[in-house]
Each structure stands twice: as C-alpha cells, then as structure tokens.
Nanobody, 128 residues
Framework: QVQLVESGGGLVQAGGSLRLSCAASGRTFSSYSMGWFRQAPGKEREFVEAITWGGSTYYADSVKGRFTISRDNAKKMVYLQMNSLKPEDTAVYFC??????????????????????WGQGTQVTVSS
C-alpha cells in the first residue's frame, strides 16, 4: 500500500499560480489512480481532479481550464498545477489514492469515500 505526502501549498494572490506535489512511497504506485480533493473551513471535502492508472483525467467544473493534474510514475509523483487562482480556491488540499480497477467513471472518482489512502494535506490560501 502506498503512503502519500503533499507539498507546495502556500499563500498566493488572486490570479497567481501554485503547483502542488504528492510524493508516494510503495512499489505499486503505478497501479493506483490518484485524486486531489480540497476542504475549506466549515465545508465538506470536495473533489478537484483525478488521474487514473491509465492516464485518463477527471475534473470538477469549478477548476475546469485552470487546474491540471499529472503524474510521473517513475518518480512516484502526482502534481496539481493551479493557475488563475481565486479566493474561493482557499482550502486544505489532499492527495488520495485508489487501487486501479476499483473505480470507473467520474461519479466514482469524485467520491472521497472510495479512496484507500490519504495524505495529510497542504494549505492553499488565495488572497484577494
């Protein structure tokens, strides 16, 4: 089973960019599909983007055209490039892993309860 550690969060002005990284340990990383979720104070955890073990991607409408997920299996890394950031993007961002073949379609990847492993989160704050 993989373990996940996020990094790259911070404080940025509206309109700016950040790249979050998620480092995975474990020999079976390439067989996992990966997701990014976020949770703002007082709100439920919400889906941001996912990339399957096969490279397909899914994203929430709220980040369409602004955020991009990618993975590097050789480095056991997952990235979330965030551009044109808005104050409403402020949240703790979590990386999560789900075993390949366990999920199919947007509805499955967008459901946090389906993920097997979670990182500790990294704070992103966007000032107006």
């Amino acid at each position: 089973q993989v373990q996940l550690v996020e990094s790259g969060g911070g404080l940025v002005q509206a309109g700016g960019s950040l790249r979050l990284s998620c480092a995975a340990s474990g020999r079976t990383f390439s067989s996992y599909s990966m997701g990014w979720f976020r949770q703002a104070p007082g709100k439920e955890r919400e889906f941001v983007e996912a990339i399957t073990w096969g490279g397909s991607t899914y994203y929430a409408d709220s980040v369409k055209g602004r955020f991009t997920i990618s993975r590097d299996n050789a480095k056991k890394m997952v990235y979330l490039q965030m551009n044109s950031l808005k104050p409403e993007d402020t949240a703790v961002y979590f990386c999560a892993a789900i075993k390949g073949g366990s999920c199919s379609g947007y509805g499955c990847y967008a459901k946090s309860s389906g993920y097997d492993v979670w990182g500790q989160g990294t704070q992103v704050t966007v000032s107006s």
